[in-house]
């Protein structure tokens, strides 16, 4: 079974922090993600990698950062968190072609 | 780039009815079609999808039909049960590139009611 974690599954932090969201895979894929889930707006891809050390911006990638130092590991920086990054951050990793698997999801609040 | 657009955005369908959601994409570059469902509180998984060489694809009570000259494709689920109660997430991607990087609808909240 392929699993992917997410290091919270609720996060609270206060408008200027800087967050880090954490997502491992155990299966070995090149490609990770991550979008951001809002109501009405389904899934939005923030940034994506498919290797180490490569990273690509996705739709939506102003406020973010990411860093894939090693295969397994995808994370998501908010360099200074504001209220409208409050959201449902899921992360995803594939093979080359076929099926994205999802973590959780962490459901960050920016007070 | 891609734009995905999804719907209807919410169906209410009684329990052994079927049920119909529609996409339709911009690129004509895009090859790949996935459908996720998302439980209420669980992640997106994938139920079935479907590549540009075929037309139609079956699993049990869900099928994908796609027609590439219109740009549409659809999910169709028969005999509904309120397990099916969920968020459909319809996608697409091309995926020649080597990678794959997919395009989502807005999503459509299904309800079965008994």
């Known amino acids: 079974d392929v699993k992917v974690t997410q290091s919270s599954r609720y996060l609270v932090k206060r408008t200027g922090e800087k967050v880090f969201l954490e997502c491992v895979q155990d299966?070995?894929?090149?490609?990770m993600f991550w979008y951001r889930q809002d109501p009405g707006l389904g899934l939005r891809l923030i940034y994506f990698?498919?290797?180490?050390?490569?990273?690509e911006k996705g739709d939506i990638p102003e406020g973010y950062s990411v860093s894939r130092e090693k295969k397994e590991r995808f994370s998501l920086i908010l360099e200074s968190a504001s209220t409208n990054q409050t959201s449902m951050y899921l992360c995803?990793?594939?093979?080359?072609?076929?099926?994205?698997?999802f973590g959780p999801g962490t459901r960050l609040t920016v007070l | 780039g891609e734009n995905v657009e999804q719907h209807p955005s919410t169906l209410s369908v009684q329990e052994g009815d079927s049920a119909v959601i529609k996409c339709t994409y911009s690129?004509?570059?895009?090859?790949?079609f996935p459908w996720y469902k998302q439980e209420l509180g669980k992640r997106p998984q994938l139920i079935i999808d479907?590549?540009?060489?075929?037309g139609e694809k079956k699993d049990q009570r869900i099928a994908v039909t796609l027609n590439k000259t219109a740009k549409h494709f659809s999910l169709h689920i028969t005999e509904t049960q309120p397990e099916d109660s969920a968020v459909y997430f319809c996608?697409?991607?091309?995926?020649?590139?080597?990678?794959?990087?997919?395009?989502f609808g807005t999503g459509t909240r299904l309800l079965v009611s008994p």
């Open positions: 996608a697409a991607s091309e995926v020649n590139t080597g990678f794959q990087k997919l395009v």
């Open positions: 479907i590549r540009s060489n075929v």
């Open positions: 990698s498919y290797d180490v050390k490569m990273k």
């Open positions: 690129d004509s570059a895009s090859n790949y």
């Open positions: 299966m070995d894929h090149e490609n």
């Open positions: 995803a990793s594939s093979g080359q072609i076929g099926e994205q698997f």
